[in-house]
């Protein structure tokens, strides 16, 4: 047995959220477990992706958590309406949320009081992320997340095709979001100016 106060954990969070793991604390040998306080503005440290290796569930704490989703690809009709427009979703205290392998979601505090939440995903290890954008080279799969280089880059797991993000267009920012549009479609957004763009912006 292994017992974690979760109070004495410190965040491994560079930003305003505060992340504590305890998957390392527990000796977790099938599941990935963080708990998070979110401040209200700030969200889960993530733009709309998905674990297509792994199942996520969050239950909320206290506040408010509210997510945007996305159904998983399917395949060559990916980029067809209506599967590319999401959908938000609240999620009060005393309620949880689960996310299946390939679907997409983030979440986020858009209430006035902090949001406390327990994060779960299984199996422990995830490398197959993906974003909701189509390869811009075969116009086929979603774009998988390779963090394992210099730079952050997308790669295409059906044709290969890599491209690196950019920065803002618009006012040079570093960083963009994948998140919904007012008609919950998936756009590229700038968390510094609010520019919006239909494909995130890559460098040459
Ligand atoms: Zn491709
Ligand atoms: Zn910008």
């Not at 996520?56 to 997510?67: K, N, P, R």
């Not at 006012?171 to 919904?180: D, W």
Request: proline share 8%; glycine share 12%.
């Amino acid at each position: 047995m292994e017992r974690v106060v979760i109070d004495d954990l410190s965040s491994s969070s560079a930003l305003d959220v505060d992340r504590r793991g305890l998957s390392g604390p527990l000796d977790t040998s099938d599941v990935a477990i963080n708990h998070y306080r979110i401040p209200p503005g700030d969200g889960f440290p993530s733009g709309l992706h998905t674990h297509v290796d792994q199942e996520e569930i969050f239950v909320v704490l206290d506040g408010t958590a509210t997510f945007e989703t996305l159904p998983a690809s399917d395949g060559a009709d990916a980029h067809a309406e209506p599967s590319r427009t999401g959908r938000e979703i609240p999620v009060d205290a005393g309620e949880a949320v689960r996310f299946a392998p390939g679907e997409y979601q983030s979440g986020s505090n858009r209430g006035e009081t902090d949001l406390v939440a327990v994060a779960i995903g299984a199996p422990r290890e995830s490398t197959d992320i993906r974003i909701p954008v189509g390869c811009p080279e075969c116009d086929g799969a979603d774009l998988g997340l390779n963090t394992g280089g210099d730079a952050l880059s997308f790669v295409c797991p059906d044709c290969g095709a890599e491209r690196v993000p950019a920065p803002c267009p618009e006012c040079g920012g570093g960083a963009m979001t994948l998140t919904l549009d007012d008609e919950n479609a998936v756009v590229s957004a700038c968390e510094d100016c609010g520019a919006e763009f239909d494909a995130p912006p890559y460098r040459d």
